[in-house]
């Protein structure tokens, strides 16, 4: 199907979020220790994406994943590569809406956009919440204190906007991976190729940091090899089975690279140790599966006299391939990794349980996007939560299920479901080269360790999941040749045909259901809201050596306070030993009071709460640290609220 020009709904809608793609990369200029060069090459990406959107996929894929390593050098405590990957969606959405052109449509768009309007719906539920529990006008502070300043901030921000706008980013990725892909048949290989090389300079980046710790002892070339043999590391964020999942992910690409050009073996080597330090068993074992039924697909559509003739070499391959992977699964399994098998597969169990527990009490659509974590305590055993009082799914798929529920599920489902369609076409035996099997495999196994963990969670695996996911949807889509137009809708045509006949009414529905939903799912929560001991931009719970339960805070925080208590008592403390503070109180958006924090004891702070009288539960008592202290977050230790 072709448009003569873009819907007008459509401009408005990338215009809309190319202005907060535009404000949160904005906000990078009030935050400390962020050199002007480092925002002007960003600004400098979105412009170059605005005209070669393809140029700024490359540098996404190229800069993603060792981002986090690169940037901590300036401020540790910014999410740099969210940073790229807005910077290039910035520049996307402009470039869409002011594109005059008509575009072709599929059901996968329409899929992706479903899945958007339903975390769009889950936010909103969340913020009508908040707005009845502590005002309006303490929300839209804290809404435009996130968007302008902390947004980027490890230490600051509402965790259901952090989940909701990391899976709003990644698949606004895949959009534009699909788009680029369907229209330039060259686009496809070349992103692959930078997606590969991305992931042998953090392989690369994360090798050198284990050799550094190697070069302290005596023996460096010995002591390398131990910690391969041993250690569980990875250099750009701490959940390893998240980089075992995201390195299966490059490893088959790069496989298939090696096979068609011997140049590309030791980067598939790189990947590959990398993938063996994460000590990952689900990506091991993703990995082999994977390549299995990879191969058997392919294998299933081949002609017989074709397979014969590449059996030899093709069989060799193989053959060597699970033959390592195998090992190594073996290897994990029993020898190197700390957990016992039996051990982790019991934790997965209970984390399974809480996520159907979860997702069966608010079966339809969820608890809401990004609560997971915090409510986790409410449906675990006592066992699992003797051990992990919080804790994630530890399960991609339950995770969805239990946050945006079974209408969430059905979008995400499809999302994939479409994409695989396109995908299954890299499987033909018309393809002449391995690379595009690779990144098959290679996505399947990235798809199989959700089952057992959640890289989703993780924005470096999660941008790079999505934007490979689009491009080869969009390359399936092409049929790997650079086919006319016409005949690619030919070629779509049943796909394109069963949607207009039977599921063209299904967006208007879920838009209509969604909108219906809101003041029911409202009201549950609402009846159900507990904001005590809860907090906007604080850190999760940890204990002094004092005994004193504490969080962390950046320059500005939020604690909520029941809305009856007459008095409380909140203990704050300073990082820094020797540093002295001075903190804004703001009540429901107002200046309350200034108090000044050391850092060599605790200050309990006894504030006699003015009345209330609009029937809201709970109050936002604002932290804001005066500027002037050019310290890089945390900066302050907050201790739990106590009502009188």
């Not at 605005?50 to 140029?55: E, F, K, N, S």
Request: with cysteine; proline share 5%.
């Amino acid at each position: 199907m072709r448009l003569a020009n873009a819907p007008t709904l459509s401009r408005v809608l990338w215009a809309a979020a190319a202005a907060l793609f535009g404000l949160l990369l904005s906000s990078l200029c009030r935050v400390d220790n962020v050199p002007p060069a480092i925002i002007v090459g960003l600004f400098g990406l979105a412009a170059v994406t605005t005209r070669r959107p393809g140029g700024g996929a490359i540098v996404v894929a190229l800069l993603v994943p060792s981002a986090m390593w690169i940037g901590r050098k300036w401020n540790w405590t910014i999410a740099w590569p969210e940073t790229i990957a807005v910077a290039f969606l910035f520049g996307y959405a402009v470039r869409r809406a002011f594109e005059s052109r008509g575009r072709e449509h599929y059901p996968l768009d329409v899929a992706l956009h479903s899945l958007i309007a339903v975390v769009a719906a889950s936010l909103l539920v969340q913020f009508l919440v908040l707005r009845q529990t502590i005002g309006g006008e303490a929300l839209r502070s804290q809404l435009w204190q996130l968007l302008s300043v902390n947004y980027f901030i490890g230490t600051g921000g509402f965790e259901s906007v952090d989940a909701a706008m990391r899976l709003v980013e990644g698949l606004l990725l895949l959009h534009a991976g699909a788009g680029l892909a369907r229209t330039s048949p060259a686009f496809a290989p070349l992103l692959v190729r930078a997606f590969v090389v991305g992931a042998v300079a953090s392989s690369a980046l994360n090798l050198w940091r284990v050799w550094l710790g190697a070069l302290r002892l005596d023996d460096p070339a010995v002591a390398f090899l131990r910690y391969l043999a041993t250690l569980r590391f990875h250099t750009h964020y701490p959940d390893v089975n998240a980089a075992g999942s995201y390195y299966v992910m490059a490893l088959l690409p790069a496989l298939g690279l090696a096979r068609e050009r011997a140049l590309w073996i030791p980067a598939a080597v790189l990947i590959g140790l990398s993938l063996i330090m994460s000590g990952s068993r689900a990506a091991i074992m993703s990995g082999a599966m994977a390549a299995v039924v990879a191969w058997w697909v392919w294998r299933s559509r081949t002609p017989r006299e074709s397979a014969l003739r590449v059996r030899s070499g093709r069989g060799l391959v193989i053959a060597i391939l699970l033959a390592v992977i195998c090992a190594g699964a073996v290897y994990l399994l029993f020898a190197r990794n700390l957990t016992p098998t039996a051990t982790a597969l019991g934790l997965r169990a209970e984390f399974a349980a809480t996520g159907l527990r979860m997702g069966a009490a608010r079966p339809a659509f969820g608890v809401g996007i990004g609560r997971y974590y915090t409510l986790s305590s409410e449906f675990s055993s006592p066992r699992l939560r003797a051990t992990y009082p919080h804790e994630n799914a530890h399960n991609n798929f339950l995770q969805v299920l239990a946050e945006l529920g079974v209408v969430g599920l059905a979008a995400f489902a499809s999302v994939l479901g479409l994409a695989a369609v396109s995908i299954s076409r890299l499987l033909s035996p018309a393809s002449e080269t391995f690379l595009p099997r690779g990144v098959a495999a290679g996505l399947l196994a990235f798809m199989l360790t959700w089952v057992l963990g959640h890289p989703l969670l993780i924005d470096p695996p999660a941008f790079m999941f999505w934007l490979l996911l689009g491009t080869a949807g969009g390359w399936g889509a092409l049929a790997l040749t650079p086919a006319p137009s016409a005949e690619r809708d030919r070629t779509l045509a049943p796909v394109t045909a069963w949607w207009s006949r039977h599921l063209r009414w299904l967006p208007a529905a879920l838009l209509f259901a969604l909108a219906a939903s809101i003041p029911l799912r409202v009201s549950q929560d609402l009846a159900a809201a507990n904001l005590e001991h809860l907090g906007i931009g604080l850190s999760g719970w940890d204990t002094g050596q004092d005994g004193v339960q504490y969080r962390l805070a950046g320059v500005t925080s939020t604690v909520f306070v029941p809305s009856e208590a007459a008095v409380i008592t909140l203990p704050l403390k300073s990082v820094a030993e020797d540093s002295e503070l001075e903190v804004e109180l703001h009540l429901d958006g107002r200046y309350a009071d200034m108090v000044r924090v050391r850092g060599d004891g605790w200050r309990v702070l006894t504030i006699q709460m003015p009345r209330r009288e609009d029937g809201r539960r709970f109050r936002a008592l604002e932290l804001r640290v005066r500027e002037g202290y050019r310290r890089e977050p945390p900066l302050l230790m907050v201790g739990k609220v106590q009502p009188r």
